[in-house]
Each structure stands twice: as structure tokens, then as C-alpha cells.
């Protein structure tokens, strides 16, 4: 699989709120267990686990679908390494820092 492609966390379904739903609603879903479960087992979600304070986790991002509802999806972004700046070895002793 290629490096940042899209891939939705399966076992959790989003819906857009009903018309008559109040305003503080901003959607409805359901959570699918052993789905869920499976899916955090995959290989697409075990390749972008993270770690917060000894604890994993799985990056997410929501994403707006047309029918007003969204979707979720694994934030796999990795940023490119800073290419560290080189410069020659000049003497640079006589420098104020």
C-alpha cells in the first residue's frame, strides 16, 4: 500500500443528522465491536499506531461527505525528514554564537 492513501476505520458508520435533530447534533453513528476490533488488528491500522504517554493510539482525521455526514479516516500523514542544512568547514570560531 502506498505511503499517506486513504484508508477508513471500518467497525464506525456516520450518518448526518435527522432534519428534526437540534442544532448541537452534529451527526449519529454506530460502533460495530468486533469490526472495530478487527480492523485496529489490521495491518493498515497497526502501520500508523502512535504513542502518547505509554499509551498507543490511532491517528484519525474527520472528513466531510456531500450527503452532509463525514467519514473517518487514519491520519497516516508522516512528514518528509528536514534535510539538515550542511555547511562547510570553515572556521567559523570568531562567530558571536
Avoid: C
Avoid at 448541537?24 to 504513542?51: C, Q, Y
Avoid at 505509554?54 to 452532509?68: H, I
Amino acid at each position: 500500500m502506498s505511503e499517506n492513501s486513504t484508508i477508513y476505520v471500518n467497525g464506525i458508520r456516520t450518518f448526518p443528522k435527522k432534519d428534526n435533530s437540534p442544532e448541537w447534533i452534529l451527526g449519529n453513528g454506530v460502533i460495530t465491536p468486533r469490526e472495530l476490533i478487527d480492523f485496529l488488528k489490521s495491518p493498515e491500522a497497526l502501520d500508523n499506531i502512535t504513542e502518547y504517554k505509554g499509551q498507543k493510539q490511532l491517528p484519525v482525521t474527520f472528513v466531510a461527505n456531500r450527503g452532509g455526514g463525514f467519514s473517518i479516516k487514519v491520519n497516516n500523514y508522516k512528514p518528509k525528514e528536514e534535510v539538515k542544512m550542511q555547511h562547510d568547514q570553515e572556521d567559523d570560531s570568531d562567530l558571536p554564537f
